[in-house]
Each structure stands twice: as structure tokens, then as C-alpha cells.
């Protein structure tokens, strides 16, 4: 898409622009408009509908990948979550941009914007690409983007003066309602870019928690979501003016002041902080109540001895089509960022028997917004009270190293660094056999498996099955013909190494758990000792 011309003189001197310096930052790129023509080319091929969730995630990924499953199920859910339509034509440009921060946030036509420092263009392309599929997912028409090198954002603008007045030449000849930023903006800085250039602008993490709010389904995740936007909020309010004011408290001075006028002394924005801080509280009250069922659910299964496996991973990497591939859950699947918010507990079975847990988990992301790191802390923790954690990575991404990094990051943060990892390179039918070495010696003990096709399932069935801690209480039952129900937990429970009959009963030697090898005690065996030699 060409550059419309400039309607003002480019006074930047203090800015290093990309567009007119020849420091070639990598020997594949060697201009930032050559990125954003890359990404942006990516987003019209993706864009040929008004659909509000569709392939927006596309946009990470070198290959087709929306085809479906028949392990996926009937995907119910997913007919709700397309019902919601754009409309073309509807125009959500401010005559006063004031009115930004009272209302819904409602995304059409965007510009996005990015600052990186010099040897960074690759990270920048791959970030940019990304908050090109967040837009995208969150309903938004990606129009055009600007990159600036830059060894710090400005402090005042994050885009240098120059390159607001472009932007600003730009958003008016393309008619964009918005502006995304690739990063968290200061709240001076939202405002200052927004008084240069005239649109509403907001931060990748305002499109992150928008996301949020528009896939939460449950209670708890519907309360963790709102949570997490009022902490976003709250430094952000900002008022205008007598507009904002409230009836002043004691005498008050004037003409035309008496009674009916004395009031709190609150003005307008003491009173939405207090209020937000009221709401905060009851939500925190709310998830913190909600915490002891999930509690009672984990406990139940360790006093059982399941083992818990959980799915983690970055967003889009395919954690829920992989946990529908192995165990038939019918979890919703989708071609798009931030598919799945709550946690999915399903049951599944080694070869030999044991029973364990499979749990999907929310996606992770690269500069995840820590008010969602703590708000969805508890549904976090179903990686952190996991025996085994099976880490999915895409594949087909064009930085697999850097959602390795972000995910374990994110692990650390919940206190998960010590639990065992398997690796898991989805979407392995996409890359070629050159990336596939390239894979490898990124992780060497990974396993490579396609969801969609199957490849690789069983491969990594059997690394789970190793990983999974096995029981190791050894018992010697008979077990009566009556009780045929401790057989069978024998069975679900522990590792049968060998089953006899007599007229007592059934004759079982077992590995088994603690809890179960109490509960085994009144029928063991006495096991005669080995005869000493000599």
C-alpha cells in the first residue's frame, strides 16, 4: 500500500528514521518497509470477510492449519463464538477523543506502530506480525503499519515528533479509527500520541485484554478477565475539565451556589477510582471463593495417586487440538489467538493400565500483560500442582525459540521450573526437513507431532508414560471374589505385575500408591521369605 504524501514538514531531527538510513540490521531484511509491506500482505490475504473470529491467527504461520478434526467433535461452541459479525461501513472515529476511556473498546480500522533499537528488526517483524493477528482476532482490519529505529521510544510520544506527524498523515488518508502500539504505552504517552494524531490509540495490551474478554465463558473466567482490565484502568483514567466535576462539599463560594450544591467534594475521578477499587475487591473476594472446588478436585486426585499432566504452551500452538486428538474432550478449536481462557481436565490411560490426567490451559504470549499473569493465577495452577508438563510448540512459527523462552518465563513465574518438561513440536506436516534439523537441535529430546494427522501420537504417548510418576508401594493381596471393585482400582490405580486364583480369592502383586496400599492392608499376603543358601 503506497505512503500517502507528507502534509507536514518532517522536523525530526532528534529521531533516527528507518526510512531514509541504509544500516541493514540482518543480511534477509534489509529495510523496515519491506516488513511491514510482509505483514501486511499476510493480513490481506486473511482478510477477505468481516467475520469478528476467523483466521486472524494466520498470520504466525507459514501454512494452512484450519482445517478441522474429527477428533475435534461438533464444535457447538464454535457456531456462538462466529455468530457476532463486523459490520463494513460502521465508523467508530471520536469527534472528541475524549470519550475514549467511558466506552467499549471496539476495533475496525487500524494502523499499527512499532520502535525497535538497531539489530532488532528481525524481533520487530515477528512482534509486529503478531500484533497483527492479535488486531485481527480482535475484530480488527489491519490498514497499515510504521517501524522506527530507534535505541529508546520517546518518552513524550513513543514515536518520535516526525514520525507522529507521519503517522497522523497516514491515519487521515487511510481513514483508520485506531492506533495500536506494539507495547505498553505509559498513560502520558496514550495521550500526548493521541492529541498528535487524533484517533483513539491504545497498547497491545488493551488488544490482549480485549481478546480476553470477548472468549471468557465461565464465571471465574469472566471475573479473572474483568479483573484484569479495571488494574489496567485504573492508572489510566483521566477527566476533562468542569465535566468532571461533582457538587463541592462545605461552604461553597459564588454566585448562584446554595443550597442543593454542597455535596461529597468527590470530583468525577476520585469517584470511578473508588468505585473501581470497590469492585476490584469484591472480585478478588469472588475468585478467591471460587478456589477451594478446584482445590477439593486436585486433592481428590492426589489422595487417588492420578497423575496430572498439563498442556501448556504459547497461544495458537494447537494444546486443544492435541488434548481433543488424544482423548476425544471435543474442546473448541480455533484458527485464532486466545482460543481457549479455562482450564479442560480430561481422563486418559496408559497402555498398562494407569490412570491419569490430561489439563489444557491457557495460551501464553510474548509480553504478556502481568495483570493477566496474576489474574489468571489460578487457573495457572493447574501447570504448577502437574506432575508432568508437556510444553507444545508450533511448529510452523517463525520464532519456535521464542515462544520457548516466553512459555518457560511464564512457567517460572508460577513456580513450575522444577516439574519434568516434554517438548512437543506441533503442526510438524507444515516445516520441510531442513526446518525439521533446525528443530531438533533447538530441542534435541523433543517430539515432533501433527494434531490434525496423528503423526507422532504414539511416539509421544509413550515419552508421557515414562514421565509419569508410576506407584511404588509393593503389595501382595488376595483380594475375595466379593470385593472385584479393589481389583479393578488395582488396575486403574496402580501396576498390576501379576494376577493368580484360588479358593480365597484373587492373588494380586502390585505397585500401588500410599492411600490405596492402606486401604489394601486387611488383604495382603504373607509373602514367605526367600530360602539363604548354605
Do not use: C
Not at 136 to 162: F, N
Not at 329 to 352: H, I, K, Y
Amino acid at each position: 500500500m503506497p505512503r500517502p504524501p507528507m502534509d507536514a514538514p518532517q522536523d525530526n531531527a532528534d529521531d533516527t528514521d528507518v526510512d531514509v538510513e541504509a544500516v541493514v540490521d540482518d543480511a534477509s531484511v534489509t529495510d523496515p518497509d519491506d516488513v511491514v509491506a510482509r505483514v501486511l500482505t499476510s493480513a490481506a490475504s486473511r482478510s477477505s470477510g468481516y467475520t469478528l473470529f476467523g483466521s486472524g491467527a494466520a498470520a504466525l504461520q507459514t501454512g494452512d492449519t484450519s482445517g478441522g478434526s474429527s477428533d475435534d467433535g461438533e464444535q457447538y461452541d464454535r457456531e456462538d463464538r462466529q455468530a457476532l459479525r463486523r459490520v463494513a461501513g460502521l465508523s467508530t472515529e471520536l469527534e472528541d477523543v475524549t470519550e475514549v476511556e467511558y466506552r467499549q473498546l471496539r476495533l475496525e480500522n487500524v494502523v499499527i506502530i512499532g520502535v525497535y533499537p538497531q539489530g532488532a528488526l528481525h524481533d520487530a517483524e515477528n512482534s509486529l506480525r503478531e500484533l497483527a493477528a492479535l488486531a485481527e482476532t480482535a475484530g480488527a482490519v489491519v490498514l497499515d503499519g510504521l517501524l522506527q529505529r530507534k535505541p529508546h521510544p520517546d518518552p513524550s510520544t513513543y514515536l518520535g515528533r516526525g514520525k507522529a506527524q507521519e503517522l497522523k498523515s497516514i491515519v487521515q488518508a487511510l481513514g483508520a479509527d485506531t492506533v495500536i502500539a506494539d507495547t505498553e504505552l505509559a498513560p502520558s504517552q496514550r495521550r500526548a500520541l493521541e492529541d498528535a494524531v487524533g484517533v483513539k490509540v491504545i497498547d497491545r495490551t488493551a488488544v490482549i485484554l480485549d481478546i480476553f474478554s470477548q472468549h471468557a465463558k465461565s464465571r471465574e473466567g469472566k471475573a479473572q478477565v474483568e479483573l484484569a482490565q479495571l488494574e489496567y484502568l485504573l492508572p489510566r483514567l483521566r477527566g476533562w475539565g468542569e465535566s468532571m466535576s461533582r457538587q463541592a462539599g462545605g461552604q461553597v463560594g459564588g454566585a448562584g451556589a446554595g443550597m442543593g450544591s454542597r455535596g461529597p467534594g468527590e470530583t468525577k475521578i476520585e469517584l470511578d477510582r473508588r468505585r473501581i477499587h470497590t469492585r476490584m475487591a469484591k472480585l478478588r473476594k469472588s475468585i478467591t471463593a471460587m478456589k477451594p472446588a478446584r482445590e477439593a478436585k486436585r486433592a481428590n486426585r492426589r489422595r487417588n495417586t492420578v497423575p496430572s499432566v498439563a498442556i501448556a504452551g504459547y497461544t495458537n500452538a494447537g494444546k486443544s487440538s492435541l488434548l481433543n486428538r488424544i482423548t476425544k474432550a471435543g474442546v473448541l478449536v480455533e484458527n485464532s489467538l486466545f482460543a481457549t481462557l479455562d482450564a479442560t481436565v480430561r481422563r486418559n490411560v496408559t497402555s498398562d493400565g494407569r490412570e491419569y490426567t490430561l489439563a489444557d490451559t491457557v495460551g501464553f504470549v510474548r509480553n504478556l500483560p502481568h495483570q493477566l499473569v496474576e489474574a489468571f493465577r489460578s487457573t495457572l495452577e493447574e501447570v504448577a500442582d502437574s506432575d508432568v508438563i508437556v510444553h507444545v510448540v508450533d511448529a510452523a512459527h517463525p520464532d519456535p525459540a521464542g515462544q520457548i523462552a516466553t512459555v518457560r518465563d511464564v512457567i517460572g513465574e508460577v513456580g513450575a521450573r522444577h516439574i519434568p518438561e516434554l517438548v512437543v513440536f506441533n503442526k510438524a506436516d507444515l516445516v520441510d526437513d531442513g526446518q525439521l534439523l533446525v528443530l531438533r537441535g533447538l530441542v534435541p529430546d523433543a517430539v515432533f507431532v501433527s494434531a490434525r494427522t496423528g503423526l507422532g501420537i504414539d511416539e509421544l504417548m509413550e515419552r508421557i508414560e515414562t514421565l509419569i510418576p508410576s506407584p511404588s508401594n509393593e503389595v501382595h493381596v488376595i483380594v475375595p471374589f466379593d470385593r472385584g471393585d479393589l481389583v479393578t482400582l488395582l488396575h486403574e490405580r496402580g501396576k498390576v505385575l501379576s494376577t493368580d486364583y484360588d479358593e480365597r480369592g484373587t492373588i494380586v502383586h502390585a505397585l500401588v500408591g500410599a492411600e490405596l496400599a492402606a486401604a489394601l492392608a486387611p488383604f495382603a499376603e504373607v509373602v514367605p521369605a526367600p530360602a539363604v543358601a548354605g
